[in-house]
């Protein structure tokens, strides 16, 4: 992930030269940074269900930074190789962090089964 925030923050300088490249990184990084803070945030969760509410930022900042990423593409201002490599790994990273929201959401179900039995 430490990569990914790397590469992130360099494609971001990389755009500063027009306006529409400045507007975009503005948005990637504040959202790519996002990311990491609710990740973390999330690693130091009180409970299980702080946990799970605090991964559901980290997917919905990871998700905005993957559509950044995808306008960036789109609008063609982007870093050719760098960038696909960013997308890449920020959509395998997404993946990533919902299936683990979805597991825990999956375990709290089952810990309420077995507490109503």
Do not use: P
């Amino acid at each position: 992930m430490l990569r990914v925030r790397i590469t992130n923050r360099q494609v971001c300088r990389t755009l500063r030269d027009t306006w529409e490249g400045r507007e975009f990184s503005d948005q990637l990084f504040r959202s790519g940074t996002r990311v990491g803070a609710n990740y973390r945030a999330a690693c130091r969760a009180r409970s299980h269900g702080d946990f799970t509410a605090k991964m559901g930022y980290v997917v919905e900042e990871a998700d905005e930074s993957i559509y950044w990423l995808e306008m960036i593409e789109a609008a063609g201002i982007g870093a050719g190789v760098e960038l696909k490599s960013l997308l890449a790994e920020s959509n395998e990273l997404f993946r990533i962090f919902n299936q683990s929201q979805l597991t825990a959401k999956t375990n709290a179900a089952a810990r309420q089964r077995r507490r109503g039995c």
